[in-house]
């Protein structure tokens, strides 16, 4: 879906490869490996907080990193209908998201 006209083409292809990239950094703090606390690198990571989520009555998340899957992540929770706190060392997560502004 090109997001500037809204107009939608269908592709197709033989083969569909998801790499998802290195491993995601782990910071040193207190609590890192509690239960609750996901990294997401793979399909079945993410059906974990689904799981996890349903499992607990999760009303909010907050995401650490504003990359492509943080901020990934970030929509997903909110159609879930939780509310997100996303946490960025860096100022990428502005451009990878027009919209975001420091202040949200």
């Known amino acids: 879906r090109n997001v500037k006209t809204g107009e939608e083409k269908q592709h197709s292809y033989d083969a569909l490869v998801l790499s998802p990239g290195a491993d995601a950094i782990k910071p040193p703090l207190p609590g890192v490996g509690?239960?609750?606390?996901?990294?997401?690198?793979?399909?079945?990571?993410?059906?974990?907080?689904?799981?996890?989520?349903?499992?607990?009555?999760?009303?909010?998340?907050?995401?650490?990193?504003?990359?492509?899957?943080?901020?990934?992540?970030?929509?997903?929770?909110?159609?879930?209908?939780?509310?997100?706190?996303l946490v960025e060392m860096l100022p990428q997560a502005r451009l990878l998201c027009p919209h975001y502004h420091v202040s949200m």
């Open 34 to 85: 509690l239960p609750g606390i996901f990294q997401m690198k793979t399909i079945p990571d993410t059906q974990a907080v689904k799981s996890w989520i349903a499992e607990h009555n999760a009303r909010e998340a907050v995401v650490v990193g504003g990359g492509f899957i943080g901020i990934e992540m970030v929509e997903n929770l909110v159609h879930l209908g939780l509310k997100v706190i």
